[in-house]
């Protein structure tokens, strides 16, 4: 055994263990923790990184690793692909520049931040990985339980009041998934997704109706994750509540339901679901355009930075629905483009927006917690000087306003930055002569939407600047540590990379479309695995 035969548990374990080390540590191992959390996203780059290449040379999965060695599909599995090796990258990404942000002052605000960092990025790493239904709402109970504590880091009685309804809805939308996945296996009898995917066409017509309703339970507990409207009236109060490094990291949980969608929509109920090909598909599209309606009117509304960023969340998600709604591959290729670009560009901003908001007067909100618990000497040798320390970079407002200004341009999709390559790939998609069959009103109207919600963004985001740039910093001299404006300006270079390099991410976001679109390689590649030493690597 090699191991490469373990890269698939990997993002699982090596984030679980170290989490575990540093609840040993004293709180005042600031400087190791700190070590370790961002060794650790290192790492998991490298590994998310090589899954991602496997899978492209594969042709659809990297890697299958039954836990426990127990035969397939009686135990559980954990399946790297295409999909699952993006989001694991994506999230390691994001948690590394946002624990670089955190080391500022952020990390110093509560208790137990980095381990609660790493164990979202357990359950997070676990959610995109993992090939079991059942498995799937353990690693969403893992990843709750630490952002309950994520998001109310701080303290401040605007988080703990946006914390207590963010724990009541989604203890809420847990129940409904363990429903959903209770009547789905009464009817089918498995939870294996792969294996759900091979048995759902052959159930009895007399089952349909129970297990079309544990389908739709199970969605709406997905879709409260992912934000659509009705269901998403939390998240603009919730993530601007947050710290802004916990703001950034949860940019990618909306993407948690999200991602779960995509794969148990095009998995189970695509064109060879039987009777239950395509349910749902109409409501993804229409609740979808409906969420970046509501979005955009959010972002119209919005004078607080923090908060235009809440709803650009909502505008981001609405997106990705309504593709799943409308169902091609073509435009779930531009889809899986727009939500690597949206999640890191939203990451950025929540960074941003405290650094901005700080120059409005509004610092006392931003850190409620201005008493630092821990502000003894540091372990790792002499007085801890994180939150005062650091170079101060010159020419801040230019550099801020820089920042913002790209910000805005990929959040409105502007050429020729790589958001405007998502979206027009979407639209192309939506409109071209390869797929005539889907352009009827639904798909108008979608198209419509998307080109006035970028419209309504764009206002925004220039109204926004103007009040920052040109009014309130106009003869304020800003203070900003290097080691807060480079996370930004990193994941910033990153959305800008994706524009130079368009051609070859696109081409693979189109290798990972038709593979959901075509999941027998996968389902295949599951149940038809050999299971050698704990894990095996697929073809």
Partial sequence: MTLADHLAVLPILLPLAVAALTLLLDERRRRLKLALSIGTSVVLIAVAATLLVKAGASGAVAATYPLGNWPIPFGIVLVADRLSAIMVLVTAILTLFALIFASARWARAGVSFHTLVLVLLTGLNGAFL????????????????????????????????AGLHYVAINLAASSLFLIGVALIY??????????????????????????????????????VKA??????????????????????MFAIMTKVGIYAVYRLSLLALGP???????FGQTFLLVGGMLTIVFGSVGVLASHATPRLAGFAVTVSSGTLLAAAGVGTPAVTAGALFYLVVSTLTIGAFFLLAELVERARGGEEDVLAATAEPFDEDDEDGGP?????????????????????????????????????????SMLSAMIGTEAPSVITAPTWTLVGILVVSSFAVLIAMVRTGISIFWVTMKDVQ??????????????????????????????????????????????????GAPVVGGGSVSP
């Avoid at 409207?229 to 950034?248: D, M």
């Fill in 272 to 278: 060879d679901g039987g009777a239950s090909a395509g």
């Fill in 186 to 223: 009464g009817v089918t009898g498995t939870l294996s997704m792969a294996d759900l995917a091979a048995r759902i066409p052959a159930v009895a017509a007399e089952d349909r109706g129970l297990l079309n309703a544990g389908i739709a339970i199970l969605g709406v507990a997905f879709l």
């Fill in 227 to 248: 934000g659509m409207w009705p269901l998403n009236l939390w998240i603009p109060g919730t993530y601007s509540a947050a710290s802004a490094p916990v703001a950034a």
């Fill in 130 to 161: 993992t090939g079991d239904l059942f498995n799937l709402f353990v690693f969403f109970e893992v990843l709750l339980a630490a952002s309950y504590g994520l998001v109310l880091h701080g303290s401040g009685a605007t988080r703990i009041r």
């Fill in 384 to 424: 801890d000087s994180s939150a005062e320390g650091g170079l101060v970079i010159p020419a801040t407002t230019a550099i801020l306003g820089s920042a913002f200004a790209i910000c805005a341009m990929l959040f409105a999709g502007l050429p020729p930055l790589s958001g405007f390559l998502a979206k027009f």
């Fill in 478 to 527: 800003l203070k900003v540590r290097l080691v807060e404006i480079a996370p930004v300006t990193a994941l910033l270079a990153i959305g800008v990379g994706l524009s130079v390099f368009g051609g070859e991410v696109q081409a693979y976001m189109e290798d990972t479309a038709a593979a959901l679109h075509a999941p027998w390689g996968m389902i295949d590649a599951v149940l």
